[in-house]
């Protein structure tokens, strides 16, 4: 894959997202939720929420959009806030 063709690529499928204080503030609290949801879940109880995985939830939350992701932890809060994961 050139150059050229991975900037068409991820122009066509991905997006800047500015981060503002509000959203900041959501994934800050997307993430003390989060925490609380895997420490009383059996299998995920020893898991934290990352603060990118807390930042990727308030924004799908946001926009209203699904997460595309195979990470458990972030899948697991993601569907219980609501949130439609893709895969």
């Known amino acids: 894959m050139s ?21 900041t503030v959501k994934a800050a609290g997307v993430k003390v939720r989060g925490d609380e949801m895997l420490s009383s879940s059996s299998s995920l109880r020893h898991r934290r929420l990352s603060a990118c995985d807390s930042l990727t939830i308030a924004i799908a939350l946001e926009e209203g959009i699904p997460i595309v992701s195979g990470d458990k ?11 439609k994961v893709v895969w």
């Open 3 to 23: 150059e050229e063709e991975l900037l068409t690529f991820i122009s066509s499928y991905f997006k800047v997202y500015r981060l503002s204080e509000s959203l």
């Open 73 to 83: 932890d972030l899948s697991y809060v993601a569907e219980r806030l609501g949130v």
